[in-house]
């Protein structure tokens, strides 16, 4: 049911974007990258909150609309992550699309301001689930979701025609991954399976150059 509701929301995303243009003032084309810091929280009291970053790239669409104070913004970025899960640091590589509903003025001169929110699809293109030993020889697996639908939330400030500075925190809707540990119970004797989920939520800042 989840994978289903992510494959109607990319499409939706998809007719939405190609819609756009039609009723667009003007296109503009940018070069995006910036930094990540990535926060998980699982639902299990025996693994604490871990907070890892990362970086991002990739190519922008900036579109204009009639109404002066309001625009979008997609963007296919090349995202990369380090998380750490239990003693055990993973990288995280996926292509991320976000598309934002954008309102902004100016403050006179050259310097605006904007706000901004909108989906994020994430498609995972690095190692899908990771195993391994931990320092007591127990056998650990994280397997990542193959895609994730998220929210962007941001704010950033316009310099001129070209340069663009904002902070984003985009919010996960769903799981990420799902974590599966052994662990000895030493009264019993008797090795046991445990298994978690976690949710991953990050901020990041970017710098855009629009041409």
């Avoid at 590589?93 to 301001?113: Q, S």
Wanted: with cysteine.
């Amino acid at each position: 049911m989840e994978g289903r509701k992510l494959y109607v929301a990319f499409a939706v995303l998809v007719v939405w974007l190609w819609a756009v243009p039609s009723f667009s003032q003007s296109l503009r084309v940018g070069v995006r990258g910036g930094i990540d810091v990535t926060s998980m929280d699982f639902n299990s009291d025996l693994l604490g909150k871990s907070n890892r970053a990362g970086f991002f790239v990739g190519p922008s669409l900036y579109i204009s609309t009639p109404l002066p104070f309001l625009s979008i913004d997609a963007s296919v970025l090349y995202d990369q992550r380090t998380l750490k899960v239990a003693e055990e640091s993973l990288t995280h590589k996926t292509i991320i699309i976000p598309g934002n509903l954008r309102a902004g003025v100016h403050l006179g001169g050259i310097v605006g301001v904007f706000a901004s929110a909108g989906p994020q699809l994430a498609f995972n293109v690095g190692p899908g689930t990771f195993y391994w030993e931990d320092s007591k020889g127990y056998r650990n697996s994280f397997s990542l979701q193959d895609t994730k639908l998220s929210l962007n939330l941001g704010c950033g400030v316009q310099v001129g025609n070209h340069l663009e500075c904002a902070a984003y925190y985009n919010i996960q809707l769903g799981k990420t991954a799902d974590f599966t540990w052994d662990t000895l119970n030493t009264q019993l004797a008797d090795q046991s399976l445990h298994h978690a989920k976690s949710a991953t939520n990050a901020w990041s800042l970017s710098l855009t150059y629009i041409f």
